[in-house]
T-cell receptor
Framework: AQSVTQLGSHVSVSEGALVLLRCNYSSSVPPYLFWYVQYPNQGLQLLLKYTTGATLVKGINGFEAEFKKSETSFHLTKPSAHMSDAAEYFCAVTPGYSSASKIIFGSGTRLSIRP | DTGVSQNPRHKITKRGQNVTFRCDPISEHNRLYWYRQTLGQGPEFLTYFQNEAQLEKSRLLSDRFSAERPKGSFSTLEIQRTEQGDSAMYLC?????????????FGQGTRLTVV
């Protein structure tokens, strides 16, 4: 079975500061990992994904994440926060061995940006 | 293609009434998911289809919930005898199963309020 833990339900950073959102996963098989962003009253938009290959993946809006198998982590970072980054962020996992499976989401981290 | 479409966007119903939501996936996608999201939580898996076959249904889904995907195209989610606890955002997503690093595309959701 797969699960996701997002540490910190709310993160606040100053504009221009580093953004770090933490995600740890549990999976009995090699996972596929995702980060999604959700703006108020909207659906989810994919930021980036890890499947195989390079463990550092780059996504939209300057975000990136690194898959660390030894730490079972997939933390999301952005070097310099922008006011438009304020949103809810969800880490998600699905087993990589089979395409016939559901995606499991974490409980989310709300990112606030201080002027 | 305009993406995943969900209708209606908002639904207010009285307790005990039945409601039905519709999801139109991206046309070439053969997989369709339903999730439920309550305030401050991540999306919670309800069920998913590959073509017209319902492959998995969450144990959290009571017998009052039913989903269909006739002909493997659009899907409907029906809730019978609604309860106040059913108030949530209902999200639909679709993907293409042949893409092993599959990316699920989400609709904007249907917000249900049971009064």
């Amino acid at each position: 079975a797969q699960s996701v833990t997002q540490l910190g339900s709310h993160v606040s950073v100053s504009e221009g500061a580093l953004v770090l959102l933490r995600c740890n996963y549990s999976s009995s098989v090699p996972p596929y990992l995702f980060w999604y962003v959700q703006y108020p009253n909207q659906g989810l938009q994919l930021l980036l994904k890890y499947t195989t290959g390079a463990t550092l993946v780059k996504g939209i809006n300057g975000f990136e994440a690194e898959f660390k198998k030894s730490e079972t982590s997939f933390h999301l970072t952005k070097p310099s926060a922008h006011m438009s980054d304020a949103a809810e962020y969800f880490c998600a996992v699905t087993p990589g061995y089979s395409s016939a499976s559901k995606i499991i989401f974490g409980s989310g981290t709300r990112l606030s940006i201080r002027p | 293609d305009t993406g995943v479409s969900q209708n209606p966007r908002h639904k207010i119903t009285k307790r005990g009434q039945n409601v039905t939501f519709r999801c139109d996936p991206i046309s070439e996608h053969n997989r369709l998911y339903w999730y439920r999201q309550t305030l401050g939580q991540g999306p919670e898996f309800l069920t998913y289809f590959q073509n017209e076959a319902q492959l998995e249904k969450s144990r959290l889904l009571s017998d009052r919930f039913s989903a269909e995907r006739p002909k493997g195209s659009f899907s409907t989610l029906e809730i019978q005898r609604t309860e106040q606890g059913d108030s949530a955002m209902y999200l639909c997503a679709s993907s293409f199963s042949e893409d092993r690093g599959f990316e699920a595309f989400f609709g904007q959701g249907t917000r249900l309020t049971v009064v």
